[in-house]
């Protein structure tokens, strides 16, 4: 299943356990991202040298609790089904409309249009520089139920 969704706050709209970067590369996991902000937070709330220490030092249960809260939610929430969704902007970005509907949905389509031979690393990259010289601000998002190859052709 492919899903598009071109609407504000959609970045993981479907939560699926797995995003992709323009670089085709596996964004860090949620739990990584959360524990270098639970790290600094540490570094920030304690100061200085003994608040950098004590941060590191709870990093490793940090990072563990998030690691088995993450594996949890992948097997509870994963799926036997192959779902990849573009989605229109971060979740914390607006999408805006475009000429006969979401500028995102303007975009790929446009994208599409001009070769519709194309890996999904390549549409990814094309609407998103398709709105970029649009002068959106809007940042399309990928994300997928089952680790992929990005250079894969884009299929519907």
Known sequence: MTAIFDSCHSGTALDLPYQYGTDGKLKPARHMRETGVAVAQGIRQAGGFRGAVAAFTQAPAIYSHRREAEEKTIKEKGSPANIIMFSAALDWQDAREGYS????????????????????????????????????????????????????????
């Not at 194309?118 to 649009?134: D, I, P």
């Open 101 to 156: 509907g979401g500028a995102m949905s303007d975009a790929f389509i446009k994208v599409l249009t001009r070769d519709r031979n194309q890996s999904y690393l390549t549409l990814l990259r094309g609407v998103r520089a398709e709105l970029e010289n649009r002068g959106y601000q809007q940042r399309p998002q990928f994300s997928c139920s089952h680790k992929m190859e990005l250079t894969s052709p884009f299929r519907i």
